[in-house]
């Protein structure tokens, strides 16, 4: 017998439990077994954070207030530090009075924004394969996905111009990410001044999510930020976020920044929905964006080795995967072996019968189905022992590769190694 008012949450009818939740409970169900699972599930850093950051952290909490409300949108002296971080970085002028809001994290930007800006109806662009959050947000507020590829690329921009000149439904705002999470991709300056031109022709917002974007794997020019497009704040508002850079995932510091118009309204949603970081954790941020930057190179050059690591380990098991430009990630197609099952069961066969979790392709969206995503959380060693389980697993499953197979026993259990 149930007890109180009839629950009646239409924005949630036909939306799935968060998919990265659910990846980590099904590598503990895994795991609770007996074997040793490679976590490669989620995009959860494991590196520690800069010690400067951690220092300036301890210190700030024992000053008075410490434990107060945190000042909401950002510390004065948060928001500048942001500013000159981005004139260091990407020679972008910011006024931090307007055009700087320090969020929880880029998603809790993404989710704030799209509340703020999309009304019940509006059209919400997104790109096909995306991050989880940017295909349900849009719901979540009342928006009408519209899907377009997601290469940074001529057919992009045909897609959107095209998406722009619909009518059903009306597009308001495309919520887009360049370093891509999951495929690594990273676009032009070109790529975006021609996305911000079309945008501003059609009056739609552009939230980009560059949260991968201090994460470049390859030589050459670092990704660049669409605030560097001439008029790019006119219409995006780009979210950003100290997870990645300075592995402060579990500190929840992200920025919405450009748009001073759409800035000043999340402001005032913000205002009745959530409180600043707590004065330690602001403190911290701006040791992160003050201090030694020799740090976020050390992460990069991690990431570097990890990801040669496990496309090297792939490629020998038999897999077609390309090294991503940017991110923490690996999206790679499956192999042919793979083609009776869906990425779902592909999923779920590599975690109980390999020893390795992942995320399936399609909780990206259709364009991902075919592919799986693999982060680089875990040392080389890691990711090595992946690989080899992997190729293991791909032997057995030669032999009969069908969805009703029994489950295999190739999988070890494994002491960790550091």
């Not at 989710?111 to 719901?139: C, F, I, R």
């Not at 979540?140 to 899907?147: D, E, I, P, T, Y």
């Not at 370093?179 to 501003?200: I, N, Q, Y």
Request: glycine share 8%; proline share 9%.
């Amino acid at each position: 017998m149930s007890f109180g008012p009839a629950l009646h949450t239409p924005r949630l009818s036909g939306l799935p439990p968060y998919p990265m939740a659910a990846l980590r409970a099904m590598a503990a169900e895994a795991a609770a077994g007996g074997n040793d699972v490679v976590d490669l599930a989620m995009g959860d850093p494991d590196l520690p954070p800069p010690p400067y950051v951690l220092d300036a952290f301890r210190e700030a909490m024992l000053a008075p207030g410490a434990h107060r409300y945190g000042v909401g949108g950002g510390s004065a002296a948060l928001r500048r530090a942001l500013a000159k971080h981005y004139q260091r970085r990407f020679g972008v002028g910011l006024d931090p009075n307007r055009e700087i809001l320090a969020t929880n994290g880029a998603q809790g930007a993404l989710s704030s924004l799209l509340w703020t800006l999309v009304g019940e109806g509006d059209g919400v662009a997104v790109m096909d394969p995306a991050y989880p959050v940017h295909l349900s947000n849009p719901v979540l507020a009342g928006g009408v996905l519209v899907r377009l590829p997601a290469s940074p690329d001529e057919a992009f921009l045909r897609a959107f111009d095209a998406a722009c000149r619909r009518d059903t439904p009306r597009l308001r705002v495309a919520v887009l990410g360049w370093p891509s999470a999951p495929s690594g991709e990273v676009a032009s300056v070109e790529f975006l001044t021609e996305l911000v031109s079309t945008a501003r022709k059609n009056g739609v917002w552009l939230l980009h999510d560059a949260a991968n974007i201090d994460i470049w794997l390859n030589s050459g020019a670092p990704p660049p930020s669409i605030l560097q497009v001439p008029n790019g704040r006119e219409v995006a508002v780009e979210l950003y976020s100290l997870t990645k850079p300075y592995n402060l995932a579990a500190w929840r510091v992200g920025f919405a920044i450009g748009n001073a118009s759409v800035l000043e309204a999340l402001g005032r949603f913000r205002s009745h929905s959530d409180h600043g970081h707590p004065a330690p954790v602001q403190a911290a941020a701006i040791a992160a964006l003050e201090g030694p930057q020799e740090c976020v190179a050390e992460t990069r050059q991690v990431y570097y080795r990890r990801r040669n690591a496990l496309v090297g380990g792939l490629r020998e098991a038999g897999w077609s995967v390309d090294p991503p430009a940017a991110g923490i990630s690996v999206w790679a197609r499956l192999p042919h072996v793979f083609d009776e099952l869906s990425a779902m069961q592909v999923a779920e066969r590599l975690v109980h019968d390999a020893g390795v979790a992942c995320a399936p392709g399609s909780i990206f969206g259709p364009a991902g189905e075919r592919h799986v995503r693999l982060t680089l959380v875990q040392p080389v060693m890691r990711l090595e022992l992946a690989a080899q389980q992997i190729a293991n697993f791909m032997r057995v499953f030669r032999d009969d590769a069908t969805p009703s197979a029994p489950r295999l026993s190739c999988v070890p259990t494994a002491r960790r190694s550091p």
